[in-house]
């Protein structure tokens, strides 16, 4: 076979690898939906539920960079401290070295057929949950045609005299091997990947299992690259998790690579292999017993068990110093959590919706929050401002859901008095408005950064204009949520009446705005930023109406 031959098999075959990896990932984490991210949050109250969440989560999705890429948008969000997160990361580790241990039977025979099965589900099926299974049977087809594929171009290497001597080296000097599998696994952004080509590798004959360790633990540094990505542009508590990641690989390697120099960390792997298998009833297998894939495979798994079992106690000190290496702002944890959603009032509906009310005002009092974050990014340009903002935003959108939620079990099968039903429809119809101001709120974050982006300046006048309007904003949204405190009939009228005063000012900005125009001291793309800006701050006002008249309804009823 000639070397066009074996690069052509082998990048087909690991690009057909990559894309059952991708594809299988996606179709499983579409089936399972918003309920990872809700079973994320929720099991992390200590490091080892984190541990154990973080390993079935990548288990299901069969992606530790997707995991783990999740977890740091969680804690981006302020929904994860970093703690927490620290705990997820260790588990997507250990979840990840399923799919080793999948590539280490013999599957590739069936690949065909799987592929035709998961081509059928997804075009002979409108239910978009078939769909999504056959997204995961194709992408499982693929994997295993892509290993097929990718065997037969590796053959020749093991005649090559560059690769012998290379993994000749590798041998000589474990290191070249650590850094051969990290650059791999940077390259592709897949340690599943980088892992199966180890394991095909190794099955050709062309390396020894003594030279795939080495790269082994290289796989598993390399892997950090996509949390360090998806770190860019975060918060500095997500740059903290994404850098956890990297260290927790690099430490289980410093660990391990000198236990495996000395023959230590084999003779490890192989007892407990052995005695694993004694537990099996009617199980006779040991080490030597099972194919050089599956070898590597229980490598990896035992690696990634150790390593987490080794640094869990050091959460704590793990955190301090990716804090202490990792500057930036302090730790923010919004509670997206209920206070006041207590599912044991569900028999006493007015207790209940008393709760809900006061669990919509606390949502209120987030919206509020991320407005004003909103404004002081806009005029400051202070980050902290905008991922404050962002994460209110985030936490409004599961409050909302989880009030809807309560009020309507509160009304399920119970038969509510009037002042109950107009209570139950005006929760209901207030944490829609509050969802749209936290909406907003985030639009005026993306307006704020295409302004820097596309290097729009406002003239002076503008500047004073819209600093004017924002403060009007703010004030009627502020009173608007003391009228669903206090139910003052007076000041919800106040509110109607002030929000003339804020859509007479929306029409003098746009009056001014056209003069500008006309005079040439304003140009049409930036005027386009500050009309929408007005038009979202308008808006708000709106939907603090809204919040006022349903409070005025509510009394009058």
Not at 83 to 110: D, P, V
Not at 277 to 298: D, H, R, S
Not at 369 to 386: H, L, V
Not at 435 to 452: I, K, P, Q
Request: overall charge neutral; glycine content about 8%.
């Amino acid at each position: 076979m000639d070397l066009t031959t074996v690069l052509f098999s082998f990048f087909g075959g690991l690009g057909l690898f990559l894309f059952g990896i991708k594809s299988m990932s996606e179709g499983l984490q579409a089936v399972a939906g918003d309920r990872l991210r809700v079973f994320l949050e929720k099991g992390t109250k200590t490091p080892l539920r984190g541990v154990l969440t973080g390993t079935i989560v990548t288990a299901l999705i069969q992606s530790s960079s997707g995991t783990t890429v999740l977890a740091v948008g969680l804690v981006n969000a302020g929904l994860l401290t970093l703690r927490q997160s620290i705990g997820i990361i260790m588990g997507a580790n250990i979840g990840t070295t399923l799919t080793a241990y999948l590539i280490g039977f013999k599957l590739e025979h069936y690949a065909l057929p799987i592929i035709a099965l998961g081509v059928f589900f997804l075009f002979f099926f409108k239910t978009k949950r078939i769909n999504y299974v056959g997204q995961v049977l194709l992408g499982f087809g693929l994997l295993f045609y892509g290993m097929d594929i990718m065997g037969d171009g590796l053959k020749p290497l093991r005649s090559s005299p560059f690769f012998i001597g290379l993994m000749t080296d590798v041998e000589n000097n474990p290191l070249l091997g650590v850094l051969i599998g990290t650059v791999f696994t940077v390259i592709v952004q897949s340690s599943s990947a980088t892992i199966g080509v180890l394991q095909e590798l190794a099955n050709q004959g062309v390396i020894s299992y003594s030279q795939a360790v080495p790269i082994l633990f290289g796989d598993n540094i390399g892997t950090t690259i996509t949390a360090i990505l998806a770190g860019i542009g975060a918060s500095a508590i997500a740059k903290r998790a994404a850098a956890t990641h990297l260290f927790f690989n690099i430490i289980g390697t410093a660990i391990f690579l000198p236990l495996f120099l000395v023959g230590i960390f084999p003779k490890l792997v192989v007892l407990l292999t052995n005695y694993i298998y004694i537990l099996i009833p009617g199980f006779e297998g040991t080490w030597n017993t099972l194919g050089v894939k599956l070898q590597i495979a229980q490598t990896h798994g035992v690696f990634n068990l150790l390593n987490t079992c080794i640094q869990l106690p050091f959460i704590g000190l793990l955190a301090n110093i990716v804090t202490k290496l990792v500057p930036g702002d302090q730790e923010v944890i919004i509670e997206a959590k209920p206070k006041y959603l207590e599912p044991r009032l569900l028999g006493n509906p007015s207790v209940a919706l008393a709760n809900a009310s006061r669990e919509t005002l606390r949502m209120g009092r987030m919206a509020g929050s991320a407005f004003e974050n909103a404004k002081d990014y806009f005029f400051y340009r202070n980050q902290q401002n905008k991922l404050l903002a962002i994460q209110f935003e985030d936490a409004i959108d599961q409050l909302e859901n989880q009030i809807t939620d309560y009020v309507l079990k509160v009304s399920s099968g119970k038969s509510l008095t009037s002042e109950q039903t107009d209570q139950n429809y005006r929760i209901l119809q207030v944490i829609g408005d509050i969802e749209r101001v936290g909406d907003h709120a985030t639009n005026l974050v993306e307006l704020a950064d295409f302004a820097m982006e596309s290097k729009v300046k406002f003239s002076e006048q503008a500047n004073d204009d819209l600093m004017n309007m924002f403060a009007k904003v703010q004030e009627i949204f502020t009173m608007s949520l003391e009228v669903l405190k206090t139910d003052d009939i007076a000041l919800s009228e106040k509110v109607l009446k002030y929000d003339d005063i804020i859509d007479d000012l929306e029409i003098t900005l746009r009056k001014r705005h056209i003069e500008r125009l006309s005079q040439g001291t304003c140009n049409g793309s930036f005027g386009a930023t500050y009309l929408n800006i007005i038009s979202n701050l308008e808006r708000i006002g709106d939907h603090s109406v809204n919040i006022a008249k349903y409070t005025l309804l509510h009394r009058q009823n």
